[in-house]
């Protein structure tokens, strides 16, 4: 069983920083993607940086110069989230896409981690 899961949210004020963690486990296969959402109550989930298969790393425009992905390891990845504002509150999703034995890359998706910025 494939388990993702995050950590790190919490409640914060504008301006602070947080980082979060998302572990990959039950498989020795590194994942071929890793993606970070978020979601806002009443609000398309949103994509705010992904590591495709391809290589590089991709911010949503909102984000750029204030957050970085990183990833270490086989199935650890990292969301550092500088200068929050309000507008960065919701629930963080990370999403793994990892490559069967077929050659399929399934989707796996944590609980989420509730990020909280109050002005």
């Known amino acids: 069983q494939v388990q993702v899961l995050e950590s790190g949210g919490g409640l914060v004020q504008a301006g602070d920083a947080l980082t979060l963690h998302c572990l990959v486990s039950g498989s020795i296969v590194r994942p071929t993607t890793m993606s970070w959402y978020r979601q806002v109550p009443g609000k398309q989930r949103e994509s705010v940086a992904n590591m495709p298969a391809d290589g590089g790393t991709y911010y949503v425009d909102s984000v750029k110069g204030r957050f970085t992905m990183s990833r270490t390891g086989a199935n650890t990845v990292y969301l550092q989230m500088n200068s929050l504002n309000p507008e960065d509150t919701g629930v963080y999703y990370c999403?793994?896409?990892?490559?069967?034995?077929?050659?399929?890359?399934?989707?796996?998706w944590g609980q989420g981690t509730q990020v909280t910025v109050s002005s």
């Open positions: 999403n793994a896409g990892i490559r069967n034995v077929n050659g399929v890359v399934l989707d796996y």
